[in-house]
């Protein structure tokens, strides 16, 4: 029987650091720092909320199980868990996280050297696709590749960066937007959606498992220890980079007021701060932390469809490749525009399916608490997304009304109505299979 050694659980949780490090968790926390000015601190707390509590207890949840999302949603039933499950991997994969990796460390890292052309974000996400295609290709690599060797490199640059945030602030806090005033710890909240971490964590759970296996680990509760360890320190490198990184976002108003992302404020930071070697570095930093994230993506996605599809793996890794490479020449505004609907939508799912796992100590029978309450979840989450769309005239006015329905989380109120009422029904049944 293996166990992991000491260097091996710190490279792994290295590698599950570097897997969630990617394109959105370097751009938002420096938007929303800047948004939030003199709320930082509260905005900050709500996105550490969903960009780090979150994803902590769904690989916590994923290891009890036993399993990847299949065995989260088994209490849904098989179509319905399968079509949630390809609802997420498409989002986390091709369709927006993947390619977001790509573009987001080109106009964070390179457009300040070359210039912001079609022309120079085809050629680099032509070479970078390719490095992640070849990185994927042998999944069981991984924790060689990515948490002993890329990782540490990631992590002495984005120390540098973070010193210089703290020590050498381009300027005082700023103003707080008229957004984030009224209520800055549920904007902070929101906004950690965007980093796709939660959605993140329920495929990259079984990427974690699998590079665990492959070092020889075959005892369920030892996988789902060394699991648990590595996302517990893959949560505190992150809270940390989030940290460091609404300051910078929050001091950087002087400077960066026209900034349209946060990536474009990161340039200007560092331009200001470092000068041309600045750049250099900021290039490293986002490069390297998009492109772990990728092969993780890319990994995960392979994985799942091959599976789901009875298609060879590397197949499905080089379709995935090729067509996320296509979606990350639309522009990095354009990916942040169209995902938000999507997310907003798919979040409260991820959220309450996370949360009915981790009490499934409690249900007498599983399906009859998930499947209504994760129903009113689904309704309400495309309601919420329609109006994050921009759609709100096709929603019903009674939508609108509703505790919390401004701030995108009108589905809260309902769902937790209808699993008290699935609770009372499941109780009410008895167990299955046993006599009244």
């Not at 996320?324 to 991820?350: F, K, M, W």
């Not at 129903?375 to 921009?390: E, N, Q, S, Y």
Request: aromatic content about 10%.
């Amino acid at each position: 029987m293996n166990r992991l050694k000491g260097f091996d659980l710190l490279a792994l949780g290295f590698m599950t650091f570097a897997l969630f490090l990617g394109a959105g968790n370097i751009i938002f926390p420096a938007s929303a720092g800047m948004a939030a000015g003199e709320s930082i601190w509260l905005t900050a707390l709500g996105f550490l909320i969903t960009g780090v509590g979150l994803p902590l207890v769904t690989v916590v949840a994923l290891a009890r199980v036993g399993g990847g999302m299949p065995a989260l949603t088994a209490p849904l039933g098989k179509w319905a868990g399968t079509l949630l499950a390809v609802a997420v991997y498409l989002a986390i994969g091709p369709l927006f996280a993947t390619p977001r990796t790509a573009v987001a460390s080109f106009e964070i890292g390179i457009v300040p050297f070359t210039g912001n052309s079609s022309v120079a974000l085809l050629a680099y996400t032509c070479v970078y696709f390719a490095v992640v295609l070849f990185l994927s290709l042998k999944p069981g690599q991984l924790l060689d590749r990515v948490g002993k060797i890329i990782t540490p490199v990631l992590l002495i640059a984005l120390l540098v960066l973070g010193a210089a945030a703290l020590f050498a602030p381009a300027g005082p806090i700023g103003d707080t937007s008229e957004a984030y005033r009224a209520q800055p710890l549920t904007k902070g909240f929101l906004e950690g959606y965007l980093t796709m971490d939660a959605l993140g964590a329920l495929v990259f759970g079984i990427v974690i498992a699998t590079a665990i296996r492959d070092r020889g680990v075959t005892m369920p509760n030892l996988v789902t220890r060394y699991s648990i360890i590595a996302v517990i320190i893959a949560a505190i490198g992150l809270a940390l980079v989030y940290l460091a990184l609404f300051y910078l976002g929050a001091t950087s108003q002087q400077i960066a007021a026209e900034a349209s992302n946060g990536g474009q404020i990161l340039a200007t930071y560092v331009q200001h701060t470092f000068g041309r070697t600045g750049q250099l570095l900021l290039a490293a930093v986002i490069t390297l932390a998009c492109m772990t994230t990728g092969v993780g993506l890319l990994t995960a996605c392979g994985e799942f469809f091959s599976d789901l599809l009875r298609v060879s793996y590397t197949r499905v890794v080089w379709a995935f490749a090729l067509f996320s490479l296509a979606v990350s020449n639309q522009g990095l505004n354009e990916l942040i525009r169209i995902s938000v609907p999507v997310l907003i939508g798919l979040y409260p799912l991820a959220i309450v399916l996370v949360a009915l796992s981790l009490l499934d100590r409690f249900w007498l029978s599983p399906s009859r608490v998930f499947r209504p309450v994760m129903a009113v979840t689904l309704i309400f989450g495309v309601v919420d997304g329609l109006a994050a769309a921009g759609l709100g005239e096709w929603v019903p006015a009674l939508f609108t009304q509703l505790p919390l329905a401004e701030q995108s989380m009108g589905w809260l109120l309902p769902v937790v109505v209808m699993l008290l009422l699935a609770v009372v029904a499941d109780r009410m049944l008895g167990r299955p299979g046993l006599g009244r």
